[in-house]
């Protein structure tokens, strides 16, 4: 078996819905996160708006990376971030991959951090 088809094999199993079972599994190994139909949903406060923006700023590059991008609300200085597949009409691995990777993020967050934005990341 080629690693190309090995590879491809795990790029479908990504955006293959998940069970109830297998969500809720993955829900317990991400605190904070909820579940809202077929979205996970994560809400943060920073200490104010330019650090809500600049922690947005940071999901880039990871988002591109998994082509897959979060829904993103800003509300001052709470960030709330929703996943879902959309291609699949659900929760697929891919959105608790980016969830840990955010989840990740979050708690290495260090106030005054600044990720730039530079056209054409990713």
Same mark, same amino acid.
């Given at each position: 078996?080629?690693? +190309?088809?090995?590879?491809? *094999? $795990?790029? *479908?199993?990504?955006?293959?819905?998940?069970?109830?079972?297998? %969500?809720? !599994?993955?829900?317990?190994?991400?605190? *904070?996160?909820?579940?809202?139909?077929?979205?996970?949903? $994560?809400?943060?406060?920073? +200490?104010?708006?330019? /650090?809500?923006?600049?922690?947005? *700023?940071?999901?880039?590059?990871?988002?591109?990376?998994?082509?897959?991008?979060?829904?993103?609300? %800003?509300? $001052?200085?709470?960030?709330? %971030?929703?996943?879902?597949?959309?291609?699949? /009409?659900?929760?697929?691995? !891919?959105?608790?991959?980016?969830? /840990?990777?955010?989840? +990740?993020?979050?708690?290495?967050?260090?106030?005054?951090?600044?990720?730039?934005?530079?056209?054409?990341?990713?």
């Amino acid at each position: 078996m080629s690693s +190309k088809f090995v590879a491809q *094999n $795990y790029e *479908n199993s990504k955006l293959k819905p998940l069970s109830e079972k297998e %969500i809720s !599994q993955r829900l317990q190994n991400l605190p *904070n996160w909820t579940r809202e139909g077929k979205s996970i949903k $994560y809400t943060h406060e920073f +200490k104010n708006f330019v /650090e809500a923006v600049s922690f947005v *700023n940071c999901l880039i590059s990871p988002s591109e990376k998994a082509g897959h991008h979060p829904d993103i609300a %800003i509300a $001052y200085n709470r960030v709330t %971030i929703s996943l879902t597949t959309h291609d699949a /009409e659900g929760l697929t691995q !891919q959105d608790f991959d980016l969830a /840990e990777i955010i989840s +990740k993020l979050v708690s290495d967050w260090m106030p005054g951090n600044v990720c730039l934005v530079v056209e054409g990341s990713g």
